[in-house]
């Protein structure tokens, strides 16, 4: 069985900042490509960052390149987003989520398994 469990959520100043952490389980890294998207109240999900499975490309949302980094720990079975210089604006709810492998994408219909997100709070 397939499961994401993401953690490291929590409230931080505008400047902080956060690691968040995914654990997968049910399956390996390497099977799929991986995302993060967030979820601000009343507003759609969006696409953070994406990590390729076979090459270790990445792609990043606009409004985040330069501050935020994922990365991912095959031995850990473990893939992490950096979040730097944080804004207000970041505040969401932050998921993670699996994508296929030939798949480098922000867009959340293209996601197929998910977790059950950790809430990260930016305050000014």
């Known amino acids: 069985q397939v499961q994401l469990v993401e953690s490291g959520g929590g409230l931080v100043q505008a400047g902080g900042s956060l690691r968040l952490s995914c654990v997968a389980s049910?399956?390996?890294?390497?099977?799929?490509?991986f995302g993060w998207l967030r979820q601000a109240p009343g507003k759609e999900r969006e696409g953070v960052s994406c990590i390729s499975t076979s090459d270790g490309s990445v792609v990043y949302a606009s409004s985040v390149r330069g501050r935020f980094t994922i990365s991912k720990d095959n031995a850990k079975n473990t893939v992490y987003l950096e979040m730097n210089d944080l804004k207000p604006e970041d505040t969401a709810v932050y998921y993670c989520?699996?994508?296929?492998?030939?798949?480098?994408?922000?867009?959340?219909?293209?996601?197929?398994?998910w977790g059950q997100g950790t809430q990260v709070t930016v305050s000014s």
């Open positions: 049910g399956f390996t890294l390497d099977s799929y490509n």
């Open positions: 989520a699996t994508t296929l492998p030939l798949q480098l994408t922000l867009k959340s219909g293209n996601y197929n398994h």
